[in-house]
Structures are given as C-alpha cells and as structure tokens.
C-alpha cells in the first residue's frame, strides 16, 4: 500500500490550484487525500511522485484529470436554481437585452461552468418564452465546463426527475418529451445551444467568445482561489459587450475588489457589469433598483421612520477638510469602501456624525453587503435628517434585499405620504409589485410615475446615490411599456 504524506498532497493540491483555481477547505483536503490513494491504485502506481508526473505530462481533458475533477468539482445543477435570479432574468433582465438587440435580432449568452447543461436550457426555455418570433433571430447560448461527463449529459439534453424537481408539469410538457422518468428537451431549444469543454483559467478564450450579451457564472467560484476568480473575472470583462451582464451565484464575489465591474443590485440577485471608465466622485455609489443578496444576518432593526423636517437636499457636499475628502473620492473610485469606511470613522473618533457622513458610511457598508450597520447608519441620517428620502431608499432596498418586501412597501409609502411627487417611489414599488405578479397595480403605479417624471427635468437626478436621472427611469418605464404593448 503506497504512503502519501502531507507534502505530497500539498504538491497535487498546488498543481490542481494551478490548472483549474481550485481552493482546498479542510474537508476537500480529505477528499484529495482520498482520491489520491485510490488513483494510485486505479493508475497501479506505488508513488505519489509518478502520479503527480502524469498529471504534470496530461491535459485536464484526460481521463487521468477527469476522473479527478469528477472527483473534486461538485456537478450538481437542476433547471431554474434560484427562482429569484430567474424571475428576474425573467421579468428585467432577457426583456432589456432583447428590446437592444430587436433591429440586429442577434443574443449570444453564457452559462460559465454549466455542469450538465440544466441552466443553459432554462435560458433557452426563457428566451423561447420572451420572444415570439425567436425562429427570425439568430441566438447562441453557449454551456461550457470543465468536466466532460456533464458535458456529454448537456449534449444529450436528457433528465431525470431530479434535474427538474421543483418545476411544474405544464413546463415539463411543455419543452421535454417525456418517458417515465426521462426528460428529452425537445430539438427546437436543442438549436439555440452550444456546449465546449473550456476550462476557465485558460490563458486566452475561443474567439466565439465576444459580444457576449450575459454570462451566467454560478456556483462555479465558491471552491476557487481569489487569483483565479480575478482572472476570469478579466476574461469574462473582455468577453462581454459594454453594455452586457454578468450573474454570479450570491455573493460568491463578496469581499473581492472590483475594478473591471461595478455592480447593480436587484431584488433577486446582484448583478454586474463592465465597468467602463473611472468614474470620479461619490456617483459610485451605483445601487439602481432593488436587491437580493441573500443577507443570511438578523432581520431589519424594528423601527418606524419619522418623517417631519425638511428633505434633504442631493446636492449638499460633504464637508470634510479638502485632503481627507479627496482621499475619500479616491478610496470609493477604487472601490476600497472598508478602508472608506475606516477613514470616515477615524474623521471622528466620538462617532458623532453629521448626516451625510452616516448616509456615505451607510451606502459603503451597503456595498459590502453589510446589510446591518448599512440600515443602522440610515436609521441614523434620518434622525438627523427625518424627512431625507435617499437614506429612506436604501432603507427600502435592504429590506427587499433581506426578502421583506412588506417592509419595503411600507418604506416605500412612507415617503410617499408626505411627498406625493415622489415618482422612484412610485417607480420602486411597482418593481416589487411586478415581483408579486400584480402587473395591474405595478402598471398603474408605473404610469403615476411616468407622468410625474414630464414635469421633471430629464437631467434631475432622483436618488443620489443610485444615480437614478429622470431620462434613466423614463427608459425604463418606456422598454417595460413597449414589453407589455
Ligand atoms: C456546482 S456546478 C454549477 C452549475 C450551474 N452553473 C448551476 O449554478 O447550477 C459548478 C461547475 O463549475 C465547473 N467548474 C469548476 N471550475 C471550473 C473551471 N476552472 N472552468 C470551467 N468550469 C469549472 C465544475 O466542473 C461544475 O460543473
């Protein structure tokens, strides 16, 4: 029986990091230890050195790698994974990129790590579904991954039932020809889909990877090294059309510094896009529209708010000594909100702080997804500030962002007792109410919004901190209106 030792599976766990990203918990640790003891039996080697030699003379597409990502890379997949991130894709996401592409009738989207294949045939349900006359475009949505053998699964486009648990009979009927418990996607989805073995630390990608519309990359970077996400993260900014997106699972980029994206934040997921340019003040605060980051902490502090001095005016400059305010624009321009953070908190060593210091400290513990000392510090800003709407906003979207859309509402309702011009209130309420399939409420809210906005200069901007101009939220409402029509 061979021996391997912690310094051998130090070198294979080094050289599987290398080929494929993969970081090493402890208990992944044991599993490579195990499935290196039984590949040397399988290989019928004595010595972890001539194992680690093959490996070092293969490609990842042989078997002797195969069967040690099969191994150590969890496949599991199933159609639709997380209602919230395909209901948005669903009713914001698709329905924007289609109405961009309408005149050229092209869509090129990405599943980044598809296992078998069950979420680029979910897009492919979904496009069939938004497009109605989807024979006249011309749309590719590729399934690549590293593991062969899903791949091979993807190809087939055959499931059992445990691939589509969760989903209702008529979608089953629907889009797969059934037998027994075996589901066969039917051939006029089979068309729109294209699966390659690529592994994503390549150093280059396949030329078909451009003008890239979306790129779905889920539960691919939990079990990755930092390194090795940035690098993708690089390929998939290069991969991607300006204007394209980019979905991870939940937070599986919390805690990372961004530069080549910035990221939006919905009710059902974070999303992403490439960043185009250094933007130079407080405008990066960007978080248009409501928010899912599925915050696993404590429910939101049980508090009313109390509306009753004046509003907050969105051009107030935050008044910090010159040097420390352009240390401070300089850290959010690079996106470093803890040392942000840090640096507001040292301005004030008492923790007495003026209102727009507790609304930017608020906004930054927002983008770190600290959902907690976020809503502390707004609840703050309006105890200064009681009848500022921004702090009220973002209150709102942590609360959706934590799956309390009641909360939300009631935010949302608040601001517009006692500003009844408010049209992003308008506006944001009726997102939550497109959420809850109430498209008659959501729809005249929208249109309350929309004639509220013709009074307003399209330059105005509405929420500072989301950025959110007249003209945006015109768009908006017009690609939604011209969806429905
Ligand atoms: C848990 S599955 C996720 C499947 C699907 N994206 C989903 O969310 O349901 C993760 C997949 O990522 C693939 N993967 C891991 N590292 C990869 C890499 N370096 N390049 C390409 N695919 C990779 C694995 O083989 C596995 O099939």
């Known amino acids: 029986m061979p021996v391997v030792t912690l310094p051998d599976i130090q070198k294979i766990r080094d050289l599987v990091g290398d080929h494929l990203g993969f970081s090493f918990s402890a208990i992944e640790h044991q599993r490579l230890e195990k499935t290196v003891y039984r ?47 395909f209901e948005l894709l669903r009713s914001k996401i698709l329905p924007e990129l289609i109405q961009r592409r309408a005149s050229e009738k092209t869509l090129k989207l990405w599943s980044a790590g598809c296992a078998a294949g069950e979420e680029v045939y979910s897009l492919a349900i979904l496009l069939k579904e938004l497009i109605s006359d989807i024979d006249t475009w011309q ?72 003008d890239i519309d979306l790129i779905l990359c889920r539960h691919v970077f939990i079990h990755l090294e930092t390194q090795a996400i940035a690098k993708i993260l690089a390929h998939f900014k290069q991969a991607l059309r300006p204007d394209g997106y980019l979905i991870t699972g939940h937070s599986e980029l919390y805690g990372l510094t961004l530069t080549d994206f910035r990221a939006h934040i919905y009710a059902g997921s974070l999303i992403y896009q490439p960043q185009l340019e250094p933007q130079s ?21 049980e508090r009313g708010l109390k509306l009753s001095d004046p509003i907050f005016d969105p051009n107030q400059v935050v008044q910090y000594p010159n040097q420390s305010q352009s240390q401070l624009n300089t850290l959010i321009r690079h996106r470093r909100y803890a040392q942000a953070i840090a640096l507001l908190e040292q301005q004030s060593s008492n923790g007495q702080y003026n ?126 209106q011209a969806l429905i029509s």
């Open 39 to 85: 590949e040397l039996e399988h290989l019928n080697l004595d010595l972890v050195a001539e194992y680690l030699t093959v490996l070092q003379m293969s490609t990842i597409w042989e078997p002797v790698w195969q069967r040690l990502i099969v191994s150590l890379a969890n496949p599991e997949s199933y159609f639709f994974r997380d209602q919230s991130q």
């Open 139 to 210: 749309i590719t949505i590729f399934g690549t991954d590293i593991n062969t053998e899903a791949l091979a699964i993807a190809e087939k486009g055959e499931y059992g039932e445990f691939s589509l648990r969760l989903q209702d009979l008529a979608l089953c009927e629907q889009h797969f020809t059934s037998d027994g418990d075996r589901h066969q996607i039917k051939p006029e989805l089979r068309q729109f889909v294209e699966f390659h073995p690529l592994n994503l630390l390549d150093s280059t990608l396949p030329e078909c990877f451009q």
């Open 281 to 301: 003040n407080l405008a990066m605060f960007s978080l248009p529209s409501f928010t899912n980051l599925q915050w696993q902490s404590s429910p939101l502090p």
């Open 355 to 480: 209102f727009q210091t507790h609304y930017t400290l608020a906004c930054l513990h927002a983008h770190l997804g600290q959902y907690p000392p976020a809503a502390h510090h707004c609840y703050q800003a309006l105890e200064l500030n009681h009848m500022s709407e921004p702090p009220c906003y973002l209150l709102a979207q942590i609360a959706m962002i934590q799956g309390e859309k009641d909360e939300a509402k009631r935010i949302l309702l608040q601001i517009l007792f006692f500003n009844t011009e408010a049209a992003l209130a308008y506006y944001d309420l009726a997102q939550i109410y497109y959420l809850e399939n109430d498209g008659e409420h959501a729809q005249s809210l929208e249109q309350k919004a929309f004639a509220l906005l013709q009074d307003l200069d399209l330059d105005q901007v509405l929420d500072p901190f989301r950025q959110y101009t007249v003209q945006q939220l015109y768009d908006e409402i017009n690609v939604r």
